[in-house]
């Protein structure tokens, strides 16, 4: 790589050089989707950013300026808000540990040499994550019912009302994103775990340590950029959570908000009865803020917890 | 005899997992083969019942499904080969090109993958002042490239094309986009194939932008279609379940057989480098 480049760059200043031609041709082949991603993907973003300064209503009135006022409302006036927020970090924790957990433990079983079928297995853990999330949640539905539901007939607890007790609500709403993730993290997991040298386990079984040893102290530590990869992609995608709780529940989450999430208030507030944009702008900032705040601090608990 | 038991459990662990995974499939199917009022009951049917080709037309007059899988297929393969093709030539350039800025257009294409998924607000308020609502515009103009998609091929090309193998063909007298054409997109067949699986997966699972922005019947897409049997007045199970079943089959048709290839491609890409 090093040597190539170098060489490349002697002739960099003849008229009509091949330089030139590649840097032409870079240029033009990067053009098109450029383009597209910067109108659509982000400016956006920044529009964004403007719109959440105004008092803006969807086929409404003109839009009027009003600096910061969208963001002290809802940081100082609003707690529908807070609950929001406060159902978001809920359904987070009960999905995301047991979530990375098992699909870590999977992705272990899965790698041992004497597991056969292991397409197989591959296959069925991952079938979810192809399934729409309108699908899973429509099933979902029916699996939680109050009266029909077979969740309540296998754990016999007859007439349980999955939707309407908050803390229910959330335990479903994060089995249906668990069902849904933990076939994607396991295979992540297990490409990493292909990576680790086979003489580090050879080394800890002669030194008398057990498969459960083996997976705390050499796996876990060995595995840490890809685990970190995931609880940074899982702390976006469930700091970001509406759909499920969208079809479940409702727009608004429920009618007593029990599961309105952070995104799903910031869709109902956009397009749900209100067609405020300016104070949903504001919302996506905040909550942007708390996504990245959350990501950069699980990042440096992860990086504490685990040690090489 | 300890080593037995580790097995024995590893196996039961693996089989639970996998039932689970795989039982709302099962389920699926069985509300779909069942009336309503067979869901309705407690303790539920779990068994197959007859009843699948009613519900089908059942949800075949409810809906149209013609429409709606006719606008899907035009969204998304126009979405797919305009992903391949743009995503591809950007990111052979960005992998195996020399210039100015290349450095800078990736890491800001990166740093959008890590962002938190933004909000519809200004691509809805985009869109309409191009007058795009009700449009199939709307659900294809916004999504023609991604990030995703660049940083995916990005990574292929590096780990499969030798920087020699381009070197040699400009030996040759290959101008650069023949190389594109000839060399790079042959060998990077795998990586396009994932990266198509994943785009077409996508774009026909999504419902929520284009619930935002196509309101009319004639331009609805299959899950708009499937979540317009489920309104305030119809709670007939087993018609939603079977719309449902009936958007799944396909791109459950499509991952069976070529499960193996497609995982292992997304984790070739996601994970190394």
């Not at chain 1, 987070?92 to 540990?97: C, P, V």
């Not at chain 2, 126009?78 to 391949?84: M, N, V």
């Not at chain 2, 709670?235 to 449902?244: F, K, P, S």
């Amino acid at each position: 790589m090093e040597a190539h480049t170098k060489q490349s760059k002697k002739p960099k200043f003849k008229y009509g050089s091949q330089a030139k031609k590649d840097a032409l041709s870079g240029y033009l082949y990067v053009a098109p989707f450029f383009i597209l991603f910067l109108s659509f993907g982000i400016f956006p973003i920044f529009y964004n950013l403007y719109i959440s300064l105004f008092s803006w209503k969807l086929f409404g009135a003109e839009p009027e300026f009003i600096g910061l006022q969208n963001y002290i409302w809802l940081l100082t006036d609003d707690p529908t808000f807070i609950k929001s927020v406060v159902n978001t970090f809920s359904i987070w924790i009960i999905s995301t540990i047991p979530q990375l957990f098992i699909a870590l433990v999977l992705a272990y079983v899965l790698n041992q040499a004497f597991v056969k079928m292991k397409d197989l297995f591959r296959m069925a853990i991952f079938m979810p994550f192809i399934t729409s999330i309108l699908a899973v949640t429509i099933i979902f539905n029916s699996l939680f019912s109050r009266d029909f539901g077979l969740i309540n007939f296998i754990l016999g607890t007859e007439g349980l009302d999955w939707k309407n007790n908050r803390f229910l609500a959330h335990f479903a709403i994060a089995t249906m994103v668990n069902w849904r993730w933990i076939g994607y993290n396991t295979i992540i997991y297990m490409a990493g775990l292909q990576t680790i040298g086979k003489d580090l386990y050879e080394a800890a079984t002669i030194d008398g340590a057990n498969k459960v040893q083996q997976f705390f102290y050499i796996t876990i530590p060995q595995l840490r950029p890809i685990i970190l990869f995931t609880i940074i992609m899982s702390s976006i995608g469930g700091m970001s959570l509406f759909i499920e709780p969208l079809v479940f529940l409702d727009i608004r989450g429920g009618s007593a908000n029990q599961g309105l999430t952070m995104f799903l208030y910031l869709y109902e507030t956009a397009f749900g009865t209100k067609y405020n944009v300016g104070y949903s702008a504001a919302i996506s900032w905040v909550m942007f803020v708390i996504i990245v705040m959350f990501a950069l601090l699980n990042w440096f608990i992860t990086t504490k917890v685990i040690k090489d | 005899m300890k080593n037995r038991a580790g097995r024995f459990i590893s196996y039961l662990f693996l089989i639970i997992s996998s039932i689970i995974s795989v039982f709302p499939f099962y389920w699926m199917f069985v509300i779909s083969t069942n009336t309503t009022a067979a869901a309705n009951k407690f303790p539920p049917k779990i068994i197959p019942g007859d009843q699948f080709f009613a519900n089908l037309q059942n949800a075949w007059e409810n809906a149209d499904f013609i429409t709606a899988l006719f606008n899907t297929l035009i969204v998304a393969g126009t979405i797919t080969i305009s992903q391949l093709f743009f995503c591809s030539l950007a990111a052979f350039a960005l992998a195996r090109l020399q210039f100015k800025g290349r450095n800078f257009v990736f890491m800001l294409i990166v740093s959008t993958l890590l962002l938190p998924p933004a909000s519809p607000i200004p691509l809805y308020i985009i869109v309409s002042k191009f007058d795009w609502i009700n449009s199939l515009y709307a659900v294809v103009i916004p999504f023609l490239v991604g990030a995703f998609g660049v940083f995916l091929m990005k990574q292929f090309i590096e780990t499969a094309i030798h920087p020699e193998l381009i070197e040699s063909a400009k030996m040759d007298g290959a101008r650069n986009f023949q190389t594109y054409y000839r060399i790079v997109l042959p060998i990077l067949k795998p990586g396009l194939a994932t990266l198509a699986i994943i785009t077409f997966m996508a774009i026909w699972n999504d419902f929520v932008w284009p619930s935002i922005v196509l309101k009319d019947q004639s331009v609805q897409t299959l899950q708009l279609a499937v979540r317009g049997l489920q309104n305030a007045y119809n709670r007939d199970t087993a018609l939603i379940v079977t719309g449902a079943f009936i958007t799944t089959l396909p791109l459950l048709a499509i991952f069976i057989p070529f499960s193996r290839q497609f995982i292992s491609g997304l984790t070739e890409g996601s994970v190394k480098g």
